[in-house]
C-alpha cells in the first residue's frame, strides 16, 4: 500500500485521519497525546514517499493522493471518519471530501493548501518571483545547513518557529530524515499545482480552517475563495497564534484544544 499508517493514538469510537503535508509528519509527533484515547482514535498517516513509506514513489497529484488516503482507510476498516489535515494535508482532506463526501464527517485544514494550490492570492501574499519555484524546489539539494536549503522555506513560512532554533533544527532534521530529493521535488508540483476548485463548490463536509497569524501564505485572504464557493456555514475559519507549522510554532493545547472542540459530537 503505498501510503502507511505510521502510528495510531488512542482506540476510541470517533475514527480520525491525520493527514501531513510537504515537510512531513513531525508536526505530529506527541500532539495528538492531549486527546482523550477513550474518544479519539487517530491514524497518523505518511503519504507515499515519506517515513515508513518512503519507499514508495510519490503521487502524481492530489486526486492520486485522495485516492490513496481512501484506501489507507479501508485497510484499517473505517468506511467513515474525520480528517485533520496540515499544509496540503488539508487540500488533501477536501480531495477526499469532494470524491467521497459521505465518508468524511468533519474536516480540520490546519494552515491549509487550498484546491487553487499556490493561487495568485497565495504569490501576492508571499511576494513570490518567477525564481521563488525554482528555488523552493531545488532547496532539498542544497542540504540541511544550507542558507538556500529547505530552511529558508520554513523561515518564510514561519517566522515564529524560525525564531526558535530547537525547533527550527528539528523540522529540518525531521525532514530530511522523512524523504528523498525526488519526493521533495515531486510534492512540491503536487501541492502548488493543485487543482480542484470546481470539484468543491456546494461541498458541505464541516470544516475548520484553522489560521496561523504569522502565516503570510495560508491566511484568511487565501482560504476566502474556497469557504465562500463551499455550502452557506459548512466552513469556519479561527485564526491562532503561530505560522505556518502551528501545532509547533502555536500553543499546542490552545490548538489541540480548538482541534477537539471542533470534532467532539
Same mark, same amino acid.
Given at each position: 500500500?503505498?501510503?502507511?499508517?505510521?502510528?495510531?493514538v488512542?482506540? %476510541?469510537?470517533?475514527?480520525?485521519?491525520?493527514?501531513h503535508?510537504w515537510?512531513?509528519?513531525?508536526?505530529?509527533?506527541?500532539?495528538?497525546?492531549?486527546?482523550?484515547?477513550?474518544?479519539?482514535?487517530?491514524?497518523v498517516?505518511?503519504?507515499s514517499?515519506?517515513?515508513?513509506?518512503?519507499?514508495?514513489?510519490?503521487?502524481?497529484?492530489?486526486?492520486?493522493?485522495?485516492?490513496?488516503?481512501?484506501?489507507?482507510?479501508?485497510?484499517?476498516?473505517?468506511?467513515a471518519?474525520?480528517?485533520?489535515?496540515?499544509?496540503y494535508?488539508?487540500?488533501?482532506?477536501l480531495?477526499?471530501?469532494?470524491?467521497?463526501?459521505?465518508? +468524511?464527517g468533519? =474536516?480540520?485544514?490546519?494552515c491549509?493548501?487550498?484546491p487553487?494550490?499556490?493561487?495568485a492570492?497565495? +504569490?501576492?501574499?508571499t511576494g513570490a518571483?518567477?525564481?521563488?519555484?525554482?528555488?523552493?524546489?531545488?532547496?532539498?539539494?542544497?542540504?540541511?545547513?544550507?542558507?538556500?536549503?529547505?530552511?529558508?522555506?520554513?523561515a518564510?513560512?514561519d517566522?515564529v =518557529?524560525a525564531?526558535?532554533?530547537?525547533?527550527?533544527?528539528?523540522?529540518?532534521?525531521?525532514?530530511?530524515?522523512?524523504?528523498?530529493?525526488?519526493?521533495?521535488?515531486?510534492?512540491?508540483?503536487?501541492?502548488t %499545482?493543485? !487543482?480542484?476548485?470546481?470539484? +468543491?463548490?456546494?461541498?458541505?463536509?464541516?470544516?475548520?480552517?484553522?489560521?496561523?497569524? !504569522?502565516?503570510?501564505?495560508?491566511?484568511?485572504?487565501y482560504?476566502t475563495?474556497?469557504?465562500?464557493?463551499?455550502a452557506p456555514?459548512?466552513v469556519?475559519?479561527?485564526?491562532?497564534?503561530? %505560522?505556518?507549522?502551528?501545532?509547533?510554532? %502555536?500553543?499546542?493545547?490552545?490548538?489541540?484544544?480548538a482541534?477537539?472542540?471542533?470534532?467532539?459530537?
Open positions: 500500500m503505498p501510503a502507511e499508517v505510521a502510528y495510531v488512542g482506540h %476510541g469510537p470517533q475514527r480520525v485521519l491525520a493527514l503535508g515537510f512531513g509528519a513531525s508536526v505530529y509527533d506527541g500532539f495528538f497525546d492531549q486527546f482523550d484515547p477513550e474518544q479519539f482514535q487517530i491514524a498517516v505518511h503519504n514517499g515519506y517515513g515508513v513509506a518512503r519507499g514508495q514513489a510519490p503521487v502524481a497529484d492530489m486526486t492520486e493522493l485522495a485516492q490513496q488516503l481512501m484506501v489507507v482507510a479501508d485497510e484499517l476498516g473505517w468506511p471518519f474525520d480528517i485533520v489535515g496540515h499544509s494535508g488539508g487540500a488533501a482532506g480531495r477526499i471530501a469532494s470524491l467521497s463526501p459521505e465518508r +468524511v468533519s =474536516l480540520v485544514a490546519i491549509p493548501v487550498m487553487t494550490g499556490f493561487d492570492v497565495a +504569490v501576492a501574499n518571483t518567477a525564481e521563488t519555484g525554482p528555488a523552493f524546489s531545488a532547496s532539498y539539494s542544497k542540504g540541511p545547513d544550507a542558507a538556500d536549503g529547505p530552511g529558508m522555506i520554513i518564510a513560512l517566522p =518557529l525564531a526558535d532554533p530547537v525547533a527550527y533544527n528539528d523540522l529540518i532534521k525531521a525532514t530530511f530524515d522523512a524523504m528523498d530529493e525526488e519526493a521533495f521535488r515531486q510534492y512540491f508540483n503536487v501541492w %499545482g493543485a !487543482s480542484f476548485a470546481e470539484d +468543491v463548490v456546494g461541498l458541505d463536509t464541516r470544516s475548520l480552517f484553522l489560521i496561523g497569524e !504569522s502565516d503570510p501564505f495560508a491566511n484568511v485572504e482560504v475563495a474556497t469557504q465562500q464557493s463551499m456555514g459548512a469556519e475559519v479561527q485564526v491562532l497564534p503561530g %505560522g505556518h507549522f502551528l501545532t509547533v510554532s %502555536g500553543d499546542r493545547v490552545q490548538v489541540g484544544n482541534i477537539d472542540d471542533f470534532l467532539t459530537p
